[in-house]
């Protein structure tokens, strides 16, 4: 009998048994990140539930109105969003929450309030549910730092002041991945039980990958240095090997990808849209946290995505972010060009 593998089996890391484990070598903390955590933990397990019987229940399908990214909604994304307001809001550890789908910030009425922020994408990559590619939830998290009537700036702060970020992706398998700011760790759903265990410990991207990521549909309204890497990914003049195009239209699906193997994924400033399309704090700061912080790197084209200051709660920016030299080389053609110019 293989009593190692039998122990491995048996001595599960679940995701609770992991942020008790973070919390106690902090002899100050008070339990509250945890309280919130298992509370956002579940928020994942509705949603990975309703997912699954999106098809039988009839979620599928528009929900009739149009959210504040002109979107039309489905009504995945409407029940998915009311699923993690409700489960942040009853915590009782968070003051503000600001979601894709609602035009204003959320404030947490005095008798629930606590410390944190939260910035929440419920459904991302919605458009993909009817014909069941991968979509998932993001999130970060910041710290309210003052005891003061909490306000939309308690959340328009750099990236790089976040606690902690994720995501929940819901797939062939539901996996959530984490980072409080000491590593990337994925956590893999275990439907008998009910719970996420540790299944990818310490995820680090490879320095360099051989996939790139964007949607080539967009090429004709680039801007320069865009063009030349993906062109170089294409015919690279260096002999090295063309690298893999790889793209789902769904983000957390693309970055989830790129973080297990290596590559680039790109979001580039185009004529359609001079700021970008993804959002900065709740798509591009989360998944920049966990790129930094599994050894890649997150870029805007002007700057590092995690020193970006976001000025409106729903602002939007240009991303690249992936292993860490493949997003060196988009830096040094953004930097060429800046010198042209």
Not at 95 to 103: F, M, Q, R
Not at 113 to 141: A, E, H, M, Q
Not at 292 to 307: I, M, S, V, Y
Not at 316 to 323: A, V
Request: hydrophobic share 35%; aromatic share 8%.
């Amino acid at each position: 009998m293989d009593h190692a593998a039998d122990a491995h089996r048996t001595d599960l890391m679940t995701i609770t048994r992991f942020v008790l484990n973070e919390q106690s070598k902090y002899p100050e903390s008070r339990g509250d990140f945890t309280i919130l955590l298992s509370h956002i933990v579940l928020g994942c397990k509705f949603v990975c539930s309703a997912v699954n019987k999106a098809g039988l229940a009839k979620l599928i399908g528009l929900a009739g109105e149009t959210n504040i990214q002109g979107e039309e909604q489905k009504k995945l994304d409407v029940l998915s969003n009311d699923v993690f307001v409700n489960a942040l809001i009853s915590s009782g550890r968070t003051s503000v929450l600001v979601s894709e789908e609602d035009e204003e910030a959320t404030f947490v009425e005095p008798s629930h309030r606590g410390k944190y922020c939260v910035v929440f994408d419920p459904l991302d990559g919605s458009s993909n549910i009817d014909c069941g590619v991968s979509i998932g939830t993001i999130f970060g998290i910041y710290t309210l730092d003052h005891t003061d009537e909490p306000t939309t700036e308690d959340v328009l702060k750099p990236g790089n002041e976040m606690v902690a970020a994720g995501y929940c992706m819901y797939g062939s398998s539901c996996m959530l991945v984490l980072s409080t700011g000491t590593g990337v760790h994925g956590f893999t759903l275990d439907p008998s039980l009910g719970e996420f265990i540790l299944t990818h410990p310490d995820i680090k991207i490879p320095k360099k990958g051989n996939i790139y990521s964007v949607n080539e549909g967009n090429a004709q309204n680039w801007d320069g240095p865009t063009t030349k890497y993906v062109e170089k990914c294409k015919f690279p003049k260096d002999g090295s090997p063309a690298k893999s195009l790889r793209y789902v239209g769904s983000m957390v699906a693309d970055v989830h990808r790129t973080l297990l193997y290596g590559g680039i994924f790109l979001y580039p400033a185009d004529k359609k849209s001079p700021n970008g399309k993804l959002r900065v704090l709740y798509e591009v700061f989360p998944m920049s946290f966990l790129m930094e912080q599994a050894g890649g790197q997150a870029f805007t084209g002007q700057k590092r995505a995690l020193d970006l200051v976001p000025e409106k709660i729903h602002e939007r920016s240009p991303i690249f972010l992936g292993s860490y030299d493949d997003v060196e080389e988009i830096k040094a053609l953004y930097a060429e060009d800046e010198k042209k110019n």
